[in-house]
């Protein structure tokens, strides 16, 4: 059974920084991606970051490009989101994903496993 857990979200002034995480359990996905996502209501759930997990390669949505870091920490079998220059459209609960199948995913589709979200919100 594989889970992923996040946490790390919270209420954050405008400008302000936050490192969300996500613990992933049951097997390990040192050949896939992982992938952040963010679902803001009454909207579509969103790419946001997506990380190779055996060589690092990331790919960002152009709207957090130079903003948000995505990482991994192999031993710990987690990757993190660091989110910095946070500004009140970044308000959405958040969603680690995994394994993505292909290079670098985009597409929610691709992910099988989710984890429960974790809010940020973001006030101007």
């Known amino acids: 059974q594989v889970q992923l857990v996040e946490s790390g979200g919270g209420l954050v002034q405008a400008g302000g920084s936050l490192r969300l995480s996500c613990a992933v359990s049951g097997r390990t996905f040192s050949t896939y991606s992982m992938g952040w996502f963010r679902q803001a209501p009454g909207k579509e759930r969103e790419f946001v970051a997506v990380?190779?997990?055996?060589?690092?390669?990331?790919s960002y949505a152009d709207s957090v490009k130079g903003r948000f870091t995505i990482s991994r920490d192999n031993a710990k079998n987690t990757v993190y989101l660091q989110m910095d220059s946070l500004k009140p459209e970044d308000t959405a609960v958040y969603y680690c994903?995994?394994?993505?199948?292909?290079?670098?995913?985009?597409?929610?589709?691709?992910?099988?496993?989710w984890g429960q979200g974790t809010q940020v919100t973001v006030s101007s």
């Open positions: 990380i190779m997990w055996s060589t690092g390669v990331t």
């Open positions: 994903a995994g394994p993505g199948s292909g290079y670098l995913p985009r597409r929610t589709s691709a992910y099988p496993y």
